[in-house]
């Protein structure tokens, strides 16, 4: 059975058809006027791609160690730089999945953006658009100067029975049946989406289809855009309506080793393609481009081209957007599904060079520097010599046999008896070649030893010359980061047209007053109406040490402010410290009131003066009456002397007192003078 010409491509068929009014249809023809001519323009992008991919191979050979046909540790070395740039400027650039900001464009969308932004990076994620760009990051850096991903909406679908009237709106007399029961709302039979996703994958440089007169960077301003592609027989059948007689026309990979990026490494490696495999061609292309009597700039069309059918199978405006007759112009996605990434432009070259291309020579000379050092080492062998005159036979026949690797006998001196041949030495400045090929390299690429993570030769640079190279570093890859966040960009705003026509906003993250918010909007209008971007170096992912300093910094400047709640960043840096915020939190307590600060410096004779006391009492200084009670008595205990035991009766009468001997003061008010603690100069 034929299944209806509505889908989006990839498995993904059978998304529902965008609705087009009568008169829109009329004005615009339904499909391309000449498949021929488009038949053409692919076979020449294809001839241009296959000259692009022999390149292509090598920049991936090299960064696999592979530069090599065949193996030959004798005279070669395999230095894989390719390996380790890469790596280093694919983290640079793009280490992990940010989250996009939505604002809104006007003034009445500002309470459903943040809304909707949720919607689109829970998309995104589940799109899985973390692996996509990390699969696409090499692509642009190493094999071939560009990458490119699509973005699509599939779905599934089945026949089911619904009423073919909305009871609500039906006339009271025929409401009043219905409850009787003595009237049915007749049924048909539609198409239900039973399950649908939204996908995000990679698109091979070496599938990738391009207007190869286009000369700019900016892809969404070329005439076209497609890609090559391959889905199973079965897939094929569901996606383009294929009949099972025409399965022998379009199955089979015609590739060869020239249209892949990877050939076959092996005899045994070929034909083990699928034999059931439809290789497809589709294109997405501005209709106002080659229709002359269309009215819209932004409307796209999308055409397929199978392997073995003449006709285009898809010939139809692409579903990911849809003609609004109220709005007069086009909801959903307004840009190509296919999203393209470039890091550099050259001139009037849509395809760039790649880093690795650029600095191929210099990794050439750096391989061909490693063999020579090589045969230099291999060719210079110790060679020993010995004085036969001086040397006894016994000793000179091991010697020569190689038996003597200690103490060797000698009449004499030794150093005249054996020595050894002076070998050639390795010039030195050989090796400093090596430092000059590699400081080609790190010009070429912008990253020295500091980028990539690699320790830095002592004495090279100062401190301060390191800080500058880091500056003028951070600017130059914050141009190449500032393009892979357009891209990611790109692709969130692509997928943010495909959501409102087909995604459903009844998350179960998304809570109900939240979506109840979004019902006050237009959804399929509202992509329009909100802008998408970045936080900045949100793509770079950060140590948690480098994290936890970052959150210090805005507890310690902003959290005292009072517009802040500070705990949830507190609660992030005790993750990062991997401790449990829940088993160190406690309730946050009510910050004690201001109070001035007042001093007082009190003696002991102030304690007489009524308010000094008082303001002892107010403090909670002064001691109590139970206590002062108990110091009184205290007091009296220590000043009253003991009691004198009662006279002896036999004891002899005391002796008369003579005159008193003892030191007197004479002068009780005198005293020292104060002691010098500080010398003077005279």
Known sequence: MALPNNMVLESEALAPAPQVSAADAQAKPAGTSSPSKWKARIEKCKTKRRRLITDWTINIDYRRGKQFDADSDYDRIAVACDWSMTKSKQSQLFSQVPKIVSTAK???YAPAAPIFGKVVNDQLTAAGVGVAMDECLPDAINAAGIAAVIVAYESRQAPKEVPSL???KLPPELQSMLAMGTYQIPMETIDAVIDERFTINRI?????????????????????????????WSEAKAAFGLTDEQKNLVVGDTRTDVDKLTPSMSDDASGQEDDETVSFDEIFYWRYRFLADEKYYKAIQRVVFIKGIDAP?????????RFDENLGGYIGSCRFPIRVLTLTYISDECIPPSDSAMIRPQVDELIKSRGQIMKQRDHSIPVRWFDVNRIDATIQTQLMQGDYQGFIPTNGDGTRAIGEVARSSYPRENFQFDSVIKNDMNEALGMGPNQQGTPMASGEHSATEAGITQENFQTRIGYERAKCVNFFIGIADVMAGLVVLYGDFEMPDISEEDQQKLMLWDRERINHAIAFTVRADSTVLLS??????????IINTFGKSGMINPQSLIDEVLSLADIDPATVMVEPKEPPKDQPKISYNFKGEDLNNPMVVAVLVEGGMAPSIESLEAAKKMMMAVQIPPAAPPPDPNAAPPAPAGPDTTMQDARPDWQMVDRINQRREV
């Open 204 to 232: 091979s440089p070496a599938d990738l289809l391009w207007p190869i007169e286009f000369t700019g960077s900016d892809y969404d301003k070329a005439p076209w855009v497609g890609r090559s592609g391959r889905m199973t």
């Open 544 to 553: 948690a040490g480098q994290r936890t300093e970052r959150l210090m910094n």
């Open 313 to 321: 199978v898809v010939d139809e405006p692409w579903a990911g957007q």
């Open 106 to 108: 006007q003034k009445a």
């Open 166 to 168: 909305d009871p609500a």
